[in-house]
């Protein structure tokens, strides 16, 4: 257990030092992510659903 | 599209804008917070993806595919959205002058939606150093959010 918890206090540094990159090193990583998550869909579940759930269903507008 | 009026200001927000701040985050689109000539339209966005149209951006679902990014045009919603985009800062993003949300108004726009991966964007803007809970709470007070702030201290920020 402590080999894990030391595996994701190391992951949590590395992730937290990726702050320090420039907006546009992380926009690029970014979109290398999104470019996998998008290829990962369609081969799973098809074209239809390669673009994930529609973002407007998450966004309040005042009444 | 400034310069042509078919909107009166931007900023970029959501993920996007949080990676000035913080580490980088997964997302599929860029959103742009916007503000149009007539916001009572009911087709508000339709000048915008004409525009688009002209210049060969074609679109992806509700986005627009822009270079390398499907960009979501969300219209100024709310007087917290309308002071993010007026107090919004200029950037340099490879020698392009781009507004961007402050970290401020980013926690606070999260806040007031509240899914899971927004208290997610507020603990990551918070832990960046970029903005900090007094700043928020006093934020979220002045949009009637004082509440949604309290709560998502007490479940989050204290232990």
Redesign the interface.
């Known amino acids: 257990m402590t080999d894990v918890k030391e595996l994701l206090k190391r992951q949590a540094r590395w992730?937290?030092?990726?702050?320090q990159?420039t907006?546009?090193e992380?926009?690029r990583?970014?979109?290398q992510?999104?470019d996998s998550?998008?290829a990962l869909r369609r081969g799973s579940t098809g074209d239809r659903l390669a673009?994930?759930p529609?973002?407007?269903a998450?966004?309040?507008?005042?009444a | 599209m400034q310069r042509r009026g078919v909107i009166t200001s931007y900023a970029l927000f959501g993920?996007?804008a949080q990676?000035?701040?913080?580490?980088?985050?997964?997302?599929?689109?860029a959103?742009v917070l916007v503000q149009v000539p007539d916001p009572e339209r009911l087709d508000v966005l339709a000048d915008i993806y004409s525009f688009c149209a002209e210049k060969g951006y074609t679109t992806?679902?509700?986005a627009v595919r822009v270079g390398?990014?499907p960009a979501?045009f969300?219209p100024v919603?709310?007087d917290l959205t309308r002071e993010a985009i007026r107090e919004a800062e200029t950037?340099d993003?490879?020698g392009a002058a781009l507004r961007v949300v402050r970290a401020d108004h980013l926690a606070v726009i999260a806040l007031?939606?509240?899914?899971a991966k927004d208290f997610a964007r507020i603990l990551a803007l918070i832990?960046?150093g970029c903005v900090d809970g007094n700043a928020i709470k006093d934020l979220a007070a002045r949009h009637g959010l004082a509440a949604a702030w309290q709560r998502f201290e007490a479940r989050f920020l204290h232990d």
């Open positions: 992730q937290k030092s990726r702050q990159l907006w546009p992380k926009i990583m970014a979109e992510v999104r998550v998008v673009d994930g529609s973002k407007s998450g966004r309040r507008t005042d | 993920a996007t990676m000035r701040y913080t580490e980088p985050v997964a997302t599929l689109d959103d992806e679902g509700e390398a990014w979501q969300v919603f709310s950037a993003f490879e007031s939606v509240g899914r832990e960046s």
